[in-house]
């Protein structure tokens, strides 16, 4: 019998739901619908599931992705949330507002998720089935709108086959999704303001009523800037590329051919190149050797990313 080249359809029940929960306990992909989009979930603890999602999508963002979580025990897991958050989760989770918030030291999020930032964007969402799965599955749940980068975000569960095919393992039908709109996210600084990054479900001016005029932020249409991302990641320790060899002061991280002392990539793939950078700069920074050498990389598709983040690392 020929394998179906389409992903695997979920009826909305309770063996969809336990199937959904299975594959992403073994790391695999499920477009799961939330009350904003449909989102593209993998298991927001492992290198290789976050690497799944960029490939599916097409290429990595180097944006954070959202993480999703049952509750707010499970989100005072992953991050720290100061009084400011609690109000908000009481005022609207479970819901569709993101908060940005510090990651806590420890947490089971995997790197390339923050995108090297120290903050983790969590969101616990009021859709049943979605809820559902993440309490069958036990797991946080990191995803993006399940739908090839620079398409039009998901909101019916054939925009997901139609747009992602077989790069997704299965899909749970949940029909229409309420919102058709990404949700809210908000970010909390550490000087007491806060910034809304997306508009979304919930307006700015209900989050004003929680927290306050005073210390509002201007808008932006960005998680972050993409020029942030080197000032809040340099690895605080010089960096050189484009090294086939390494001197002995030198951490050397690898790929393809090149093995280093790790390596991005040890097949040459530029995206789980792309999914494991951050995780491995971190190493370079923690160990004992005083710089940082990196192998050449491809500059072609998203290698011409990854060279931009090196690049600012190095800077």
Known sequence: ???????????????????????????????????????LMARADRDESVAAIYRAKGRPSFNPLIVHVAD??????????????????????????????PLREGAAVAPAVTAGLPTVALRCPAHPLMRAVIAESGL????????????????????????????????????????????TIVALREDGRWQVLRPGPIPREAIRQVLGTENDAVTSQAIEAPGQL???????????????????????IGFGAIAGDTSLSARGDLIEAASRLYALLHQGAAVSQPRIAVAPIPGEGVGAAINDRLSRAAA
Do not use: I
């Open 1 to 39: 019998m020929e394998r179906n080249l389409g992903p695997e359809l979920l009826a909305p029940d309770q063996d969809g739901v336990a199937r959904a929960a299975a594959l992403l306990g073994e790391g695999r992909l499920v477009a799961v619908p939330t009350e904003t989009v449909y989102g």
């Open 72 to 101: 707010l025990t499970a989100a005072q897991e992953l991050a720290v949330l100061d009084a400011r958050a609690l109000s908000l989760a009481e005022a609207f989770w479970p819901g569709a507002l993101t908060m940005v918030l």
């Open 140 to 183: 946080a749940l990191a995803g993006p709108s399940a739908n090839r980068s620079g398409g039009v975000s998901p909101t019916l569960a054939e925009h997901v086959v139609a747009s992602l095919g077989a790069n997704v393992d299965a899909v749970v039908d949940g029909g229409a999704c309420e919102a058709g709109l990404e949700s």
């Open 230 to 252: 080197a000032s809040h990641y340099a690895p605080g320790k010089p960096v050189r590329l484009n090294a086939e060899t390494a001197d002995a002061d030198e951490f050397h």
